[in-house]
T-cell receptor, first 116, second 111 residues
Framework: GAVVSQHPSRVICKSGTSVKIECRSLDFQATTMFWYRQFPKKSLMLMATSNEGSKATYEQGVEKDKFLINHASLTLSTLTVTSAHPEDSSFYIC????????????FGSGTRLTVV | QQQVKQSPQSLIVQKGGISIINCAYENTAFDYFPWYQQFPGKGPALLIA?????SEKKEGRFTISFNKSAKQFSLHIMDSQPGDSATYFC??????????FGKGTHLIIQP
């Protein structure tokens, strides 16, 4: 089956520093990858959509200069939270999409970011 | 504007009972309707999904019922078990444009 690996699972960083989160599709090529943010006991909110080799498309209200997305290959997308602040603390989840073998959307295990 | 409305927000069911969660959508262009299960600190895992050309889909103890005219779909969990206690999300998408999630249902199965 489709597997998406997300690292790190937890990260604590100081205010003002940057943090990179990786999302890899292990056994399939993802035509599109998505990044979501989830607050405690809340639903997932789509932040941005990325396609390999092109610029990411950000949802309304998401700062593209703060949340940098790079989709370097069909199996790897990264989210970099730049100049992190405590309000950026959240659970970030990636998802990879592929029509091959009808995988649809497969989610990573998430990254708990805490900014202190 | 919330495009996918999910209810109830929380649900308590006795072991062996049927858990029913409902969702309603507004955008008739949606063509994919999955249900996800999420445990604390984990990413959502796909349970079952349906496309609008089918009215019902069953996989093991999980069934999706889909009513296109009413723009509603529901998840039924038969013979609910304590291990089913989790948060459940319905979602909808248009092709590969990303998922729009409902607000989630916190399900507790009492032994």
């Amino acid at each position: 089956g489709a597997v998406v690996s997300q690292h790190p699972s937890r990260v604590i960083c100081k205010s003002g520093t940057s943090v990179k989160i990786e999302c890899r599709s292990l056994d399939f090529q993802a035509t599109t990858m998505f990044w979501y943010r989830q607050f405690p006991k809340k639903s997932l909110m789509l932040m941005a959509t990325s396609n390999e080799g092109s610029k990411a498309t950000y949802e309304q209200g998401v700062e593209k200069d703060k949340f940098l997305i790079n989709h370097a290959s069909l199996t790897l997308s990264t989210l970099t939270v730049t100049s992190a602040h405590p309000e950026d603390s959240s659970f970030y989840i990636c998802s990879a999409y592929s029509l091959v073998a009808n995988y649809g959307y497969t989610f990573g295990s998430g990254t708990r970011l805490t900014v202190v | 504007q919330q495009q996918v409305k999910q209810s109830p927000q929380s649900l308590i069911v006795q072991k062996g009972g049927i858990s029913i969660i409902n969702c309603a959508y507004e955008n008739t262009a949606f063509d994919y309707f999955p249900w996800y299960q999420q445990f604390p600190g984990k990413g959502p895992a796909l349970l079952i999904a349906i496309r609008p050309d089918v009215s019902e889909k069953k996989e093991g103890r999980f069934t999706i019922s889909f009513n296109k005219s009413a723009k509603q779909f529901s998840l039924h969990i038969m013979d609910s078990q304590p291990g089913d206690s989790a948060t459940y999300f319905c979602a909808a998408s248009i092709r590969a444009d990303g998922l729009t999630f409902g607000k989630g249902t916190h399900l507790i199965i009492q032994p």
